[in-house]
């Protein structure tokens, strides 16, 4: 079973990212990478992943929220409140031309236990929610999942790789 995390370096000149915290804490024999904060190169950073290699694809992410929280769905919208950490700040525009407004997860989602999670149709409009349509959009059979973890808080290690353990034997099933 392959599988690979994915974390956003830090940005708005901040030290650390609480998901690039989380993904070094995790003691699993998954593959990880690093995002940038990058609303350009996160396309070319998105392709360098080859997600079609994988079983199980999980996006990390931090957001303003007071527990962990399980995104059901990604926009096709990139609408920055704030500039990325290369300057740019892009205002209502699609991620990808001619594509559906919302994709959704193709987690087994009845199947998993969620009751640590807070569930969520909103990814935000930032990168998060770019990186997480880009995924939702490729045409690969993984199975494909974005977490938040609340800024400055990472102590979410057991509670993440518990879910990748049940997604793992979900993906057994199908």
Do not use: W
């Not at 995790?26 to 690093?34: A, C, G, R, T």
């Amino acid at each position: 079973m392959r599988v690979l995390v994915t974390a956003f370096e830090p940005f708005e000149n901040r030290k650390t990212n609480s998901s690039v915290v989380l993904l070094e804490r995790l003691n699993l024999n998954i593959d990880k990478k690093v995002l940038p904060v990058d609303a350009i190169k996160i396309y070319s950073a998105f392709e360098k992943l080859s997600v079609t290699k994988y079983d199980i694809v999980i996006m990390l992410g931090e957001a303003n929220i007071t527990n962990i929280r399980l995104e059901h769905v990604a926009k096709n919208k990139l609408d920055m409140r704030v500039k990325d950490n290369k300057g740019n700040q892009f205002s209502n525009q699609p991620i990808i031309r001619v594509k559906p407004l919302n994709l959704r997860t193709n987690l087994p989602i009845d199947e998993l236990n969620l009751d640590k999670f807070d569930l969520s149709e909103d990814a935000g409009s930032f990168l998060c929610n770019m990186a997480y349509y880009l995924l939702l959009n490729d045409s690969s059979t993984c199975l494909k999942a974005f977490i938040h973890a609340p800024i400055n808080n990472s102590d979410y290690k057991e509670i993440l790789e518990v879910f990748i353990h049940e997604i793992t034997k979900a993906s057994n099933l199908r």
